[in-house]
Nanobody, 123 residues
C-alpha cells in the first residue's frame, strides 16, 4: 500500500521560497499512469490543486500557481518536491501530497493522501 509523507519547514518568512518534499513508499513515482500532485488547504477554505508531476516526469500546474510553483522529483530517492517562490501570508495552509490516476482531484475521498504538513508564512 502506497504511503506518502510530506516534510517542510513549518514556518517561512514572506518573500522567501517554500520547499516541501513528499517521500513515497510502497510504490515508485515512475509507476505507469499515476499523477503525483500537491494540494493545499488554507484555513477556512477549500482544497486548492496546485500542480502535478506524471510518472513520465511531465508537469502540469494550476494557472494560478504556475508563475511561482515548481514541481520536480528525484527518482533515486523516490520523492517529489514543491517549490513556491515569493510566499505571502496568503500561502499559509496545510500542504498535502497525493497520488491518483486523475491529474486533478479536489476531494479527500479520491486518491492516496499524505497526512499533510502545516506551513505558516509570517515574519
Amino acid at each position: 500500500q502506497v504511503q506518502l509523507v510530506e516534510s517542510g519547514p513549518g514556518l517561512v518568512k514572506p518573500s522567501q521560497t517554500l520547499s516541501l518534499t513528499c517521500v513515497v513508499s510502497g510504490d515508485s513515482i515512475t509507476s505507469d499512469s499515476y499523477y503525483w500532485m500537491w494540494i493545499r488547504q488554507p484555513p477556512g477554505r477549500g482544497l486548492e490543486w496546485m500542480g502535478a508531476i506524471k510518472s513520465s516526469g511531465d508537469t502540469d500546474y494550476n494557472p494560478f500557481f504556475k508563475p511561482r510553483a515548481t514541481i520536480s522529483r528525484d527518482t533515486s530517492k523516490n520523492h517529489f518536491t514543491l517549490q513556491l517562490k515569493s510566499v505571502t501570508p496568503e500561502d499559509t495552509a496545510v500542504y498535502y501530497c497525493v497520488r491518483d490516476r486523475r491529474m486533478i482531484i479536489t476531494s479527500k475521498t479520491l486518491g492516496s493522501w499524505g497526512p499533510g504538513t502545516q506551513v505558516t508564512v509570517s515574519s
